[in-house]
């Protein structure tokens, strides 16, 4: 089992950028696709990013695809998310998930541990 816990979210301006880190607890982080989705108020969950476990294979949901940025560092059990260009639709609650399987993609059921969420409001 693995605990994940996010950071990084705040109040940011329409065009600025953010950093939101998610740190997973355990010794078998680089066995865990990596993913990030959101949830905006009155809205369902939906897929943002995820990562392969070795961190050569990325994907991106369309609306951030050229804005947002996933990384991870196996080293230090993290996985991050740069947001670049934000606008106010990306204001939601982030929120990090691990799958311990090679694939993992883009529905929120493939993925079995979930941080707290970390809030991201961009005003416009």
């Known amino acids: 089992q693995v605990q994940l816990v996010e950071s990084g979210g705040g109040l940011v301006q329409a065009g600025g950028s953010l950093r939101l880190s998610c740190t997973a607890s355990?010794?078998?982080?680089?066995?865990?696709?990596m993913g990030w989705f959101r949830q905006a108020p009155g809205k369902e969950r939906e897929f943002v990013v995820r990562i392969s476990r070795s961190g050569g294979s990325t994907a991106y949901a369309d609306s951030v695809k050229g804005r947002f940025t996933i990384s991870r560092d196996n080293a230090k059990n993290t996985v991050y998310l740069q947001m670049n260009s934000l606008k106010p639709e990306d204001t939601a609650v982030y929120y990090c998930a691990a799958a311990p399987r090679y694939y993992a993609g883009t529905s929120y059921y493939e993925y079995d541990y979930w941080g707290q969420g970390t809030q991201v409001t961009v005003s416009s």
């Open positions: 355990g010794r078998t982080f680089s066995s865990y696709t």
